[in-house]
């Protein structure tokens, strides 16, 4: 039950598009369709913004997308914005009930 | 609306078991496909998964916390509380609770989390 992999910090300047990748293995990400991503400010509950590798919750920005190749799965933000800089991280259903998160990511916005 | 408080001691000594609480409202743990978790997040640290009960008191945990952690349900309550045992520095973490969704195993409502600091 091994961390998924995430880059420890993304960043771009407002109005470009981002990639947040997540890797973990043909155990986990590769297995399943059962990756979510969730975005955190400092101080605050996660948030959930994908969930089954690609689908968005009612609430979440269309700006935001998910998608799954292999054993990685990536988080897309599109005309970035002042109020996505925080931090993202990945999950995923690791086989044997149980679960697993990703390192995290932090997103900074230039 | 659904909510979801966590509630315990924000000071625990090295060896003691840890008890928190969590109170829902907004859903039912009696309901078919819904799960409460545990996840806690040590400060500037990441996530970590840490247990899940479902409706029919199925209990799910991390593997390497497994000897350690106890998770139950008191659904008339709207509780779920998780004891983790023989407490260590390393556990100082924020803990939070979290509804789980079977349908697609996604955390779709937290709680504000509770700071949990172990040092004697």
């Known amino acids: 039950q091994s961390a998924l992999t995430q880059p420890a910090s993304v960043s771009g300047s407002p109005g470009q598009s981002i990639t947040i990748s997540c890797t973990g293995t043909s155990s986990d990400v590769g297995s399943y369709n059962l990756v979510s991503w969730y975005q955190q400010y400092p101080g605050k509950a996660p948030r959930l913004m994908i969930y089954?590798?690609?689908k968005r919750p009612s609430g979440v920005s269309y700006r935001f997308s998910g998608s799954k190749s292999g054993n990685m799965a990536s988080l897309a933000i599109s005309g970035l914005q002042a109020e996505d800089e925080g931090d993202y991280y990945c999950c995923s259903y690791a086989g044997s009930s149980t679960w697993v998160f990703g390192g995290g990511t932090k997103l900074t916005v230039l | 609306q659904v909510t979801l408080r966590e509630s315990g001691p924000a000071l625990v000594k090295p060896t003691q078991t840890l008890t928190l609480t969590c109170t829902f409202s907004?859903?039912?743990?009696?309901?078919?496909?819904?799960?409460v978790s545990w996840i806690r997040q040590p400060p500037g640290k990441a996530l970590e998964w840490l247990a899940l009960?479902?409706?029919?008191?199925?209990?799910y945990y991390n593997t390497s916390l497994k000897t350690r952690l106890t998770i139950s349900k008191y659904t008339s309550k709207n509780q779920v509380v998780l004891t983790l045992t023989n407490m260590d520095p390393v556990d100082t973490a924020t803990y939070y609770c979290a509804r789980f969704i079977d349908d697609g195993d996604y955390f779709d409502y937290w709680g504000q989390g509770t700071l949990v600091t172990v040092s004697s």
């Open positions: 089954e590798d690609s």
């Open positions: 907004g859903f039912s743990l009696s309901t078919s496909g819904i799960f």
């Open positions: 009960i479902d409706w029919n008191d199925h209990k």
